[in-house]
């Protein structure tokens, strides 16, 4: 199966560490012309992107960031995130910031490339999230938003079709350089590690290679897909609770 993209022109929001980083890194592999967009630039800058200042809730500044761009190939709308915080321990206008992040502004990127999709027929990739389709206990905000986004997807890949491809990664635990401070240190990512069915969690890479190859010619006829980058999901919690066929 050929993923090249070489010659090919791809934005990644919020690419800058952790999962956007390694979905950079993917695409320079199969020999796209890169560009990250973030805040701040990365602390460890790598030579095969090429690094945009750009805040994604700004409407007006990603409008003007896509209209300078003389083409563009392969949007990836990565930003996003969210802050541990219960619903009723913060007021509404920090949840509405984190629904701003995770689903406004790639509703803004999207339709500021769609132009320049159109005319080469590219294609589009969201970064969303398994925590968008299931209860999401301290970033409900973050889940709401995740699923908001799958949906505009789909959507989205009716109303641009044929000439603009959307499909949604949904994805799982990933071990970033910030895993330890979410699961409680080394100890805590092997324990985490451990309900996954396959053993670990997803790397930066995996989520890259997984873009790619939506990203590419050989997945020239999927529009409108979800698919799930989370190790085989999560064990079921019944099957531990429950008593039958167990050893005494």
Not at 24 to 44: H, T, Y
Not at 214 to 239: C, K, N, Q, T, W
């Amino acid at each position: 199966m050929d993923n090249s993209l070489r010659g090919r022109t791809v934005v990644v929001t919020g690419g800058t560490r952790g999962v956007g980083a390694g979905v950079a890194r993917a695409f320079a592999e199969a020999g796209a012309q890169v560009l990250v967009c973030a805040r701040r630039p990365p602390e460890v800058p790598f030579p095969e992107a090429r690094f945009v200042s750009l805040d994604v809730r700004d409407a007006d500044a990603v409008r003007r960031f896509f209209a300078g761009l003389d083409r563009l190939d392969v949007l990836v709308n990565n930003a996003g995130g969210a802050p541990y915080s219960l619903l009723a321990d913060a007021d509404a206008e920090r949840h509405v910031r984190v629904i701003e992040l995770n689903l406004l502004a790639p509703l803004t990127a999207s339709l500021a490339a769609h132009d320049h999709l159109r005319r080469v027929k590219g294609s589009i990739v969201m970064i969303g999230s398994v925590s968008g389709s299931r209860p999401s206990p301290g970033t409900a905000a973050y889940g709401a938003a995740k699923a908001g986004l799958e949906n505009l997807a789909r959507s989205m890949a009716v109303e641009w079709a044929p000439d603009v491809r959307v499909n949604t990664l949904v994805v799982g635990m990933v071990h970033t350089e910030l895993a330890h401070l979410h699961y409680g240190g080394a100890d805590g990512v092997r324990a985490v590690a451990r309900t996954v069915p396959l053993g670990r969690l997803a790397l930066p890479a995996d989520v890259g290679a997984a873009a790619v190859f939506l990203a590419s010619d050989a997945a020239a006829y999927i529009s409108g897909a979800s698919l799930s980058v989370h190790g085989g999901g999560e064990r079921p919690a019944f099957l531990d609770a429950a008593t039958v066929n167990k050893e005494t």
